[in-house]
């Protein structure tokens, strides 16, 4: 596949990825917002240290946790974090890719428990087909794979 016609992971919808697009809006929200939470968990736990100071890892922590003050909490992210709009984008996109992996990982263990179901063997050679083109960033095919057993 050339560059131009390139699926990237940022494009696809993940919601078709984890083939849950049957889910109505509000459990989308729901979901949505889990994600946003194990996002934040993962940037406190792991990136803010090596950007903040225990004294602004307290302050940012108490903005964040007050809803009249989240605008300020991002704000002030934004002014300490270099480039945090594309850091921002790389660490959701991790986050995509990775809940993206465990769903098919977990639909191939589910698959090999059903090993007696006379269509496991096609499903299996998909979601290893799938999972391999996970891993090589080739969403254009993870998202013709993923489309093909909907």
Same mark, same amino acid.
């Given at each position: 596949m050339d560059n131009q016609t390139q699926v990237k992971l940022e494009d696809l919808d993940l919601f078709k990825l984890l083939r849950l697009s049957h889910l109505s809006d509000e459990q989308k929200r729901e979901y949505t917002q889990k994600i946003l939470e194990?996002? #934040?968990?993962?940037?406190?736990?792991?990136?803010?240290?090596?950007? %903040?100071?225990?004294?602004? =890892?307290?302050q940012f922590t108490?903005?964040?946790?007050?809803?009249?003050t989240k605008d300020q909490a991002l704000e002030f992210l934004k002014s300490k974090f270099p480039n945090f709009d594309? #850091?921002?984008?790389?660490?959701?996109?991790g986050i995509k890719k990775? %809940?993206?992996?465990?769903? =098919?990982e977990e639909r191939l263990e589910i698959n090999k428990a059903e090993s007696s179901n006379p269509d496991a063997p096609a499903e299996k050679e998909n979601l290893e087909k799938t999972l391999a083109a996970i891993q090589a960033d080739d969403w254009g095919?993870?998202?013709?794979?993923?489309?093909?057993?909907?």
């Open positions: 194990l996002a #934040f968990a993962e940037i406190a736990a792991e990136d803010l240290p090596q950007y %903040l100071t225990e004294e602004e =890892i307290t108490q903005m964040a946790s007050d809803p009249s594309e #850091f921002l984008k790389t660490k959701m996109l990775d %809940l993206v992996l465990a769903n =098919i095919t993870v998202d013709q794979l993923i489309q093909s057993t909907n």
